[in-house]
């Protein structure tokens, strides 16, 4: 007969569940817990659980996920059934979701006031600025009255996003009126609701980012790394884009995690340990400048490249943080070397499968995640998370990471063309 004292803990999961062992991730002393599965619907998820009868205690899968709520009354009415002690979810789409949910429940973890901090880029940055730190003009956008007088003062250039966006998704610069002109009429913007938009001025300038775990206000650990170019310009003209993590301990390491630390503290403190991911922009002679930062872990092969560099994985641990298990420090099992990793965003066309070896040396891996002789019946990406190859990346130094990095952008376009 089954205890009814075992924890039962709700998982909001938008992710593959093959990657992501929540219940071997959430078991503790106490033994396994009881977990209620709320999925995204599709057939790699139903495969998964197909495969792995009776792993979760109860399963429910939904389709559209970001945008059905039905997700929210389905917990409740799990918690009504029997009490939930903790929610766990570990996607961009569902920070605030999850924190509602624990705040209607009276459940430790996350709540809606620092949810929305991370999540609303105007609060974010309003907050950053007050406690000091640099970041780049902005202004909230309800009309696109706002759009022209804020290009009018800041003729270099502008960027306008939603203010809950993620992945590069929506974000368009803007540099002339007619291309002003050009975006409100393919934004279609509705002339009597806000715009859920914000604008802010261009920075041409290199772009870092700073991935770790914080808890209560605080950085826990962190590794610092630098962009080859922005997201949004890899999109745009669909071209790579690498991250490159930076020499332990140098300047710019020291320089950017400390900001990372700066910016986690001007933020309302989220209870229990969580991922973070915070990208800077840092012109050359000036200081770092918070573009944005995210309460979860960041995209792309992040997650592999801080598990390789500080034995770390940032996944397992929010889940274990936001299900209330106790941070047991970092491990030792790091290497200390540097990693990274080069994505190639969806083009929009054919190309030709690669070799299965990579020649370049520190390349770990390259992985082709979709069949790319299908990809000529497909848009171009309009994400981050829209791409078709990529690969991990190694080296002893920064500096040898970069010609790892240009190895193998050469050899996989040279290889994939068709």
């Not at 390789?308 to 200390?336: F, Y």
């Not at 069949?371 to 994400?383: C, G």
């Amino acid at each position: 007969m089954e205890m009814t004292t075992r924890r039962r803990i709700a998982v909001l999961s938008k992710k593959s569940l093959a990657d992501h062992d929540y219940p071997g991730w959430l078991a503790s002393a106490d033994g396994r817990p009881q977990i209620v599965l709320f999925a995204e619907d599709s057939d790699a998820t139903r495969a998964h659980l197909a495969e792995r009868p009776g792993v979760y205690h109860r399963h429910r899968l939904f389709g559209n996920w970001k945008g059905n709520r039905a997700v929210d009354e389905a917990v409740l009415a799990a918690h009504a059934e029997q009490p939930i002690d903790s929610v766990v979810a570990l996607s961009e789409c569902d920070v605030v979701r999850a924190a509602q949910l624990r705040d209607r429940l009276g459940l430790r973890g996350p709540g809606p006031r620092a949810a929305r901090a991370y999540r609303d880029k105007l609060q974010m940055k309003t907050l950053a600025r007050r406690a000091g730190i640099a970041v780049p003009e902005f202004a909230a956008v309800d009309s696109v009255l706002d759009l022209d007088d804020f290009l009018a003062a800041h003729p270099a250039g502008i960027v306008v996003k939603p203010v809950d966006g993620a992945g590069a998704a929506e974000v368009r610069t803007v540099t002339s009126r007619d291309e002003l002109d050009r975006w409100a009429r393919m934004r279609n913007l509705s002339g009597d609701d806000t715009a859920g938009l914000m604008v802010e001025e261009y920075v041409d300038a290199p772009m870092f980012c700073v991935d770790g775990l914080a808890r209560e206000g605080r950085v826990l650990l962190a590794v610092a790394s630098r962009y080859t170019r922005t997201p949004l310009s890899s999109l745009s003209e669909v071209e790579p884009l690498g991250l490159l993590t930076l020499d332990r301990g140098s300047r710019a390491d020291l320089v950017l995690q400390q900001t990372a630390r700066r910016v986690v503290a001007a933020l309302p403190p989220m209870n229990g340990v969580h991922s973070f991911h915070c990208e800077l922009f840092w012109p050359r002679g000036g200081q770092p400048l918070l573009c944005e930062i995210a309460a979860r872990t960041g995209g792309g092969k992040i997650r592999w490249m801080v598990d390789h560099v500080l034995g770390v994985d940032l996944e397992a641990e929010a889940a274990k943080g936001q299900a209330g298990l106790p941070w047991t420090g970092a491990p030792s099992s790091g290497t200390g070397s540097v990693a990274g990793f080069v994505l190639f965003p969806r083009p929009g066309r054919r190309l030709k499968p690669l070799p299965r070896v990579c020649p370049v040396p520190g390349v770990v891996e390259v992985h082709e995640r979709v069949d790319l002789s299908e990809t000529e019946e497909r848009s171009a990406a309009h994400k981050s998370s829209e791409y078709v190859i990529d690969a991990t990346l190694t080296a002893g130094t920064h500096s040898e990471l970069s010609a790892v990095h240009a190895g193998a952008v050469t050899w996989i376009q040279q290889e994939s063309a068709w």
